[in-house]
């Protein structure tokens, strides 16, 4: 008996109400024809997708490969439509490899001579219609998005009235949330372990996810203003700009967008273009070089474990090449001598890049309102440098060669003029003086580390040093050799 493959599609892009589309009917539709005509269903390919434009099809294209190979002798779709909206091309490669095509609802088989022409003819009438499908529905998207009409199911946190505009809804204040804990240093990650823990569902009903998080910080939409995805690569939604090239707002009059500083700042923290007031550290930690270490070995931290700090990854089991692991007042006298001589050694005089870092991170400790002025314009100045580069590279990545392609020289422009008003207020706030005085002599720092405390230490210490690579011992029970096994990385500027 001779084998045939079924291949289904429906389209997610129109909710299709007839039982003749759905997956099951066409199957059975497909079964039933392949037993009447003693053929075997050797495999059933399904999409559900779009089959116009670019849309690729996973499945359509397997079917395809496996009629080309030879894998199988006959493909049977339930109506000419449900198989390729995009012309005679698609079929002609089918009917000339000699494969059989059956359309089921036309009553349609390649087989019969006079069937051949009826399918090549009614394959570019569904390309015609599809075409003009298409032209009327995005003439009447691009009508309403410079309307300030919203397409679509509202987004999360919102909720849409008759004429397309958006008000505040359920979830609102979730979204606020989101965006202040994000502005505070919070990772997406624990912002939305946090709201599940708390009982709050997600979009789509479940837990929240990171990647969730994220697209809410980012959305325009939260601004109140209209989107548009400028490609299929592209991951976030821009904000749409209409024939002026200006962005439409597309909340009701009266309602309010979340405060554009708010949105401003959780991006830039974000981006790691500024630092946080809560995200820079989790819990109290009891010991002094908690989190600065890494075993060599895998990269994992190296928290405390009885005397020794040891491979985190190693103590749970996990492979690691080579743990690490150092007894804890031997490598914490190490690095303190390291810290002190490398930190009262930097020239505060000459600019020295390490100074430079010390300065920046204790005057965020002694002055933390003054200093986070700092750190928010020098964020902005990041950020604007980061969008104008971004410009730059979607217009090379060819981004900007469709209907939007007209906004890109003001797009820039606007960019540009960020990045001016950005560096101005940075300079105008930076090169606040900082008492460094006991940074520079070895003794009064000594001093200044025999009066503090453990949480004071772990300040200190980390005003000069970012991260600690430790090795594995030579042999086991060998002496700390600190030289040998530990590579500190020395802070850097954050005006680099």
Not at 423 to 438: C, F, P
Request: aromatic share 8%; charged share 30%; glycine share 8%.
């Amino acid at each position: 008996m001779d084998e045939i493959d079924l291949y289904l599609r429906k389209s997610i892009i129109v909710r299709e109400g007839t039982e003749a589309l759905t997956f099951r009917t066409q199957e059975e539709r497909g079964r039933e024809w392949a037993r009447q005509n003693n053929y075997t269903v050797r495999k059933v390919w399904k999409d559900n997708l779009s089959a116009w434009t670019d849309v690729k099809r996973p499945d359509f294209e397997r079917a395809l490969t496996a009629l080309r190979r030879k894998e199988v002798p006959a493909l049977w779709v339930y109506a000419l439509d449900r198989f390729d909206r995009k012309g005679a091309g698609s079929v002609v490669q089918i009917l000339d490899s000699g494969a059989r095509l059956i359309c089921d609802y036309e009553r349609l088989d390649s087989a019969n001579p006079r069937d051949r022409e009826r399918i090549i003819s009614d394959a570019e009438r569904a390309k015609a219609v599809s075409d003009l499908t298409s032209h009327r529905v995005r003439d009447t998207k691009q009508g309403q998005r410079r309307r300030g009409e919203w397409i679509g199911a509202a987004p999360y946190g919102l909720r849409k009235d008759k004429r397309g505009k958006l008000h505040h809804a359920k979830g609102w204040d979730v979204v606020v949330r989101i965006l202040t804990d994000a502005s505070d240093g919070i990772s997406p990650r624990r912002i939305g372990r946090g709201l599940t823990l708390d009982g709050v569902r997600s979009p789509k009903g479940g837990d929240w996810s990171a990647s969730t998080i994220r697209r809410i910080i980012y959305n325009p939409v939260y601004e109140g203003f209209q989107v548009v995805a400028l490609s299929r690569k592209y991951t976030w939604p821009v904000a749409y700009r209409d024939e002026r090239g200006e962005r439409v707002k597309v909340f009701a009059d009266g309602v309010d967008p979340a405060p554009p500083e708010l949105v401003a700042k959780a991006r830039r923290v974000h981006a790691g273009h500024q630092r946080g007031a809560l995200g820079s550290r989790v819990g109290r930690a009891t010991h002094l070089l908690t989190d600065l270490l890494r075993c060599a070995g895998c990269g994992a931290r190296m928290p405390t474990s009885g005397r020794s700090y040891v491979c985190d990854a190693h103590a749970m089991g996990k492979l690691c090449p080579a743990p690490a692991s150092a007894m804890r007042v031997r490598i914490e006298e190490y690095v303190y001598q390291r810290w002190v001589s490398a930190v009262s050694a930097a020239d505060i005089n000459s600019g020295d890049p390490l100074m430079v870092a010390v300065a920046e991170r204790w005057a965020a400790l002694t002055a933390p309102e003054e200093t986070e002025e700092v750190y928010e314009a020098l964020g902005a100045v990041k950020a604007a440098e980061t969008a104008l580069e971004r410009l730059a590279n979607d217009r090379a990545n060819g981004i900007y060669d469709g209907a939007m392609g007209k906004h890109f020289p003001r797009l820039v422009a606007e960019a540009e003029e960020t990045l001016t008003e950005a560096r101005a207020r940075y300079e105008a706030l930076s090169g606040q003086a900082v008492d460094l005085t006991m940074f520079d002599d070895a003794v009064l720092l000594e001093e200044a580390w025999e009066a503090a405390d453990l949480p004071l230490r772990r300040d200190l210490i980390r005003v000069a040093i970012d991260k600690i690579t430790v090795t594995q011992a030579a042999r086991r029970g060998a002496p700390f050799d600190g030289d040998t096994r530990c590579d500190i990385e020395w802070a850097t500027p954050e005006t680099e």
